[in-house]
């Protein structure tokens, strides 16, 4: 499935208050045909492709169980070099870090992805830290979370997070290539590997959305980690960290095509899906 089987959204978040950005230049016109050019606002709002997070269908598409991948990742590179989301099939957990993007399947082991491989979820962006602060105290990751909350400018911002650490202990799951008729996510993930990691040196990967875009992307933090050898990793369950560096990229563009074929036309999107959500993420 190639670009053609896609309908583009946009969605641009102005702000004001951050520099580099003087005025939207209508570049998303360059990437797609398929999208209307957008005339410089002057209002602040950043069009260059550090500040877009790109997103490939929607949570709630994936709770419901559309799994089917629809943009390759030939595709996906072009829009970030960093990233999380999963494979076709949800077969795997995605990372992409420094420009390298990897599966890691069920053994916890880290593979290189090709290409042609498709996903049906992704979020990416190109990585540049706009704020950085040095983690001296140990965290779990509610405490991680907080500490980056209370540093955020904005709860209403979306951002991009990494944090390079020495952590005592991470637990992180990956899930099995689903069969169809696809079950629902919930139900997915009670096949899921879980890892647990011990003195383990690596990088987390991931995004903070805030509360409005529930339905669209994971409200709150959405981790992803690899080992500094980038050999294993997963969706990130619980940790313990002991020091690090944490990066945040203010991503204020917000850009998410849609499947425009296949079971995302039929799901039925815009149900209360809390209760699935908690279940797969914790
Ligand atoms: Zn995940």
Redesign the pocket.
């Known amino acids: 499935m190639n670009k053609k089987n896609l309908i583009i959204f946009l969605i641009l978040l102005s702000v004001t208050f951050f520099s580099g950005c003087t005025g939207f230049t209508g570049n998303f016109s360059e990437k797609s045909g398929n999208i209307e050019s957008i005339e410089d606002s002057g209002s602040g709002i950043c069009g260059n492709d550090s500040e877009v997070l790109y997103q490939v269908s929607t949570i709630d598409a994936l709770l419901q169980g559309v799994y089917d991948g629809v943009l390759p990742v030939a595709e996906l590179e072009t829009h970030g070099d960093f990233g ?1 989301g999963t494979f076709d099939g949800l077969e795997g ?1 995605m990372l992409a870090l420094n420009g390298s993007y990897y599966q890691i399947k069920t053994d916890g082991i880290a593979y290189p992805v090709s290409g042609e491989m498709t996903t049906p979820f992704a979020t990416v962006t190109y990585f540049e830290a706009d704020e950085s602060f040095r983690l001296e105290e140990p965290a779990n990751l509610t405490e991680l979370e907080a500490f980056l909350d209370l540093n955020l400018p904005s709860e209403n911002l979306f951002y991009a997070v990494r944090v390079d650490g020495d952590f005592s202990y991470i637990k992180a799951r990956s899930v099995p290539r689903q069969e169809k008729p696809y079950p629902k996510l919930a139900d997915a993930v009670s096949t899921q590997s879980v890892f647990e990691f011990e003195n383990i040196s690596g990088t987390l990967v991931g995004f903070r959305t805030p509360e409005y875009v529930k339905g669209v992307n994971v409200p709150g933090y ?1 981790l ?1 980690f690899i080992t500094e050898d980038r050999s294993a990793g997963g ?1 990130v369950l619980d940790l313990e960290m002991e020091s690090g560096d944490a990066a945040l990229d203010i991503t204020s563009a917000f850009f998410m095509e849609l499947p425009a074929s296949g079971d995302f036309y039929n799901v039925e999107l815009g149900q209360d899906l809390q209760a699935d959500m908690e279940k797969v993420e914790k």
């Open positions: 999380i957990e959405h992803h969706h």
